[in-house]
C-alpha cells in the first residue's frame, strides 16, 4: 500500500475507535434521570452572574422569577459592574413579573486571582449561604428554563437517596438560527461530548469529570467540602474545575443535554461564535505547546485525512486510499447525525464535520496566538492572559 493508503487506513482505524470505545460519546440519549419528588422539597438559592445582559435578562431572568417550585428557593443577582443596566432592569422585572423572591448585589472589580465570573459567584454564594440552603442553582445570564426545570434539577439530584448526586449539570440547548450557528453549534456541543463522554462522566468513581457552566444544581455542603468557589477562582473553564473540584472531594456528579434549558444569547456571525471558542480553547490545552502540536496533528489525522485521501484516492486510482478514506468519512458523519437531530437540523450537514473541524481548528491556534501576545482569554471587556497567583484567605 502507499504512504497515503496507510494514513487513511489509520485515520479509519482512529475512527473505528472513537465509535465504540470513547464512551459512546455521539449518543444524545443521556437526559435528566426520572426519579419520584421527594417527600419534602429542599429549600434552593439560585445564583446569577451577570455582566451587560440587559439584552437577554427580559427572557432569561423572568424565565426564573417564574419557577413552578414546591419548596422554598430564591434568586440572587450578582450585577458584575455592567454599564447596560443590568442591575436596575432586573430589579424592575422582578417587580413587574413578580414569582420568586429577588435579590441584585454588585461586588465591584473582581482582586487578583479571581476570574470575574468566579468573583460574582463568590459574592452571591455568600450572599445566598445565609439563609442556609439546601441546593445552589448556578446559572449563567443568558439561561432561559422551562417553569418545571428547577423542580426536575432538584428531583433528579434524588434529595435524600443514597445514590443522589452532589452536582446535576445539563447542556443547555444553544441557539440555532442563523447559517454560522447551524454550522457551528451542533459541533461545538459534539466535540464537548467528545472531550468528556457523557457516560464516562457519570459513572460513579470515573476519573473524568465534566459540568456545563449554564445550568449547575449543587448541593451546598458539597459546594463547602469542595471549596467552591475559592478552590477553582483562577479557572477560565469554570464548569469543568468546579466538577472535578467536588468529584475530588468524593461527590457524585451528572452531566447531560437538557430539554428545557436553553440558552438565549445569539451568535448571528462567524466572528462571534470564534471569540466565544478561542477566548478559553488554548486554556483547555492548559496553555502547553506540545498539547497544541498534538491536537492540530490529531484533528487533521481525525477530521481532514478522510475527505482529502478520498479524493486523493479517486483521482489516483488508489483503491484502498480512497475506500479507507470514505470509510473514515462515513463513520465520522454517522457519529454526527444525533447530535443533528438533537438540534434538530438536516443531516445534510453532517459531511461538513471536516470543514467545521478546520475552522475550530483556527480558532485553537488563534487562542495561543492571543495568549503568547498577552490578549489571553478575552471576555466582555476583560482578559485573563496568564493565571496569576491567587492571594492567600
Not at 451568535?267 to 483547555?284: E, G, I, K
Not at 496553555?287 to 478520498?310: D, F, I, N, Q, R
Request: proline share 7%; net charge neutral; glycine share 10%.
Amino acid at each position: 500500500m502507499s504512504a497515503l493508503a496507510w494514513i487513511a487506513v489509520g485515520s479509519l482505524t482512529v475512527w473505528v475507535w472513537l465509535l465504540l470505545g470513547q464512551g459512546f460519546f455521539w449518543r444524545t440519549d443521556q437526559r435528566l434521570p426520572a426519579r419520584k419528588d421527594p417527600a419534602r422539597w429542599p429549600s434552593v438559592a439560585v445564583v446569577v452572574p451577570a455582566r451587560d445582559e440587559a439584552e437577554v435578562l427580559p427572557v432569561s431572568l423572568t424565565s426564573l422569577l417564574a419557577q413552578d417550585y414546591p419548596g422554598d428557593a430564591e434568586i440572587f443577582l450578582v450585577d458584575d459592574c455592567s454599564e447596560d443596566g443590568t442591575g436596575e432592569l432586573a430589579r424592575a422585572l422582578s417587580v413587574r413579573c413578580g414569582g420568586l423572591p429577588l435579590t441584585v448585589v454588585s461586588p465591584g472589580e473582581p482582586e487578583q486571582g479571581w476570574t470575574g465570573k468566579l468573583w460574582a459567584l463568590r459574592h452571591g454564594m455568600a450572599l445566598a449561604r445565609q439563609g442556609k440552603p439546601e441546593f445552589l442553582l448556578l446559572t449563567d445570564a443568558d439561561i432561559a428554563h422551562e417553569p418545571d426545570s428547577l423542580r426536575e434539577l432538584v428531583a433528579a439530584a434524588g434529595c435524600g437517596e443514597a445514590d443522589g448526586f452532589d452536582l446535576v449539570s445539563q447542556m443547555a440547548r444553544l441557539r440555532v438560527t442563523s447559517v454560522w450557528e447551524r454550522l457551528v453549534v451542533p459541533a461545538f456541543v459534539y466535540f464537548f461530548g467528545q472531550l468528556y463522554p457523557f457516560r464516562w462522566v457519570n459513572r460513579t468513581g470515573a476519573r473524568t469529570a465534566a459540568a456545563a457552566g449554564g445550568c449547575v444544581l449543587l448541593r451546598a455542603d458539597a459546594a463547602e467540602r469542595a471549596g467552591i468557589p475559592e478552590s477553582i477562582r483562577q479557572a477560565v473553564i469554570d464548569d469543568v474545575s468546579l466538577a472535578r473540584a467536588v468529584r475530588r472531594t468524593g461527590g457524585r456528579i451528572w452531566l447531560g443535554l437538557a430539554e428545557r434549558v436553553d440558552s438565549v444569547r445569539p451568535y448571528p456571525r462567524l466572528a462571534d461564535l470564534w471569540r466565544m471558542v478561542s477566548r478559553s480553547a488554548y486554556a483547555q490545552l492548559r496553555h502547553s505547546p506540545v498539547l497544541l502540536a498534538g491536537t492540530v496533528l490529531g484533528l487533521g489525522l481525525v477530521y481532514v485525512v478522510p475527505p482529502v485521501t478520498l479524493c486523493a484516492g479517486l483521482a489516483t486510482g488508489d483503491h484502498v486510499t480512497a475506500t479507507a478514506g470514505g470509510a473514515a468519512w462515513a463513520v465520522m458523519a454517522g457519529t454526527y447525525l444525533p447530535m443533528l437531530g438533537y438540534y434538530r437540523q438536516s443531516f445534510w450537514l453532517a459531511p461538513l464535520l471536516p470543514f467545521t473541524a478546520v475552522l475550530y481548528l483556527l480558532m485553537t491556534v488563534d487562542s495561543a496566538v492571543r495568549h503568547y501576545r498577552g490578549a489571553g482569554a478575552a471576555w466582555k471587556g476583560r482578559t485573563y492572559a496568564r493565571p496569576e497567583p491567587a492571594p492567600e484567605p
